[in-house]
């Protein structure tokens, strides 16, 4: 069993930066590929960023690019995301996601859904 528990998600002006943190637990959890998801009222829920084990290796949805960083330290157990020049379009509620291997991070949320989901944490952004 995996556990997954997000933080940081709070209100913020257009332009302003937040950063989005998840802690995780269980077995396997070292080299577990890891990721973040958001979901906004009346909208699926649709890829952000993933991360490889070793941090190595990170994708972002299109929609993120230049904005948003995702990094992991595997020593503390935590997966942060800061996201920079945020825009009302971000508001949604982010989940922390995971997968176990041998998924690449490529994958994960494109064409492996995660495993594991965090509760989320609610981000909004006003203009």
């Known amino acids: 069993q995996v556990q997954l528990v997000e933080s940081g998600g709070g209100l913020v002006q257009a332009g302003g930066s937040l950063r989005l943190s998840c802690a995780f637990s269980?077995?396997?959890?070292?080299?577990?590929?890891m990721g973040w998801f958001r979901q906004a009222p009346g909208k699926e829920r649709e890829f952000v960023a993933t991360i490889s084990w070793s941090g190595g290796n990170t994708y972002f949805a299109d929609s993120v690019k230049d904005r948003f960083t995702i990094s992991r330290d595997n020593a503390k157990k935590t997966m942060d995301l800061q996201m920079s020049s945020l825009k009302p379009e971000d508001t949604a509620v982010y989940y922390c996601?995971?997968?176990?291997?041998?998924?690449?991070?490529?994958?994960?949320?494109?064409?492996?859904?995660?495993?594991?989901w965090g509760q989320g944490t609610q981000v909004t952004v006003s203009s």
């Open positions: 996601a995971a997968a176990t291997p041998p998924t690449p991070a490529q994958a994960l949320g494109v064409q492996t859904p995660p495993d594991y």
């Open positions: 269980g077995r396997t959890f070292s080299s577990i590929v």
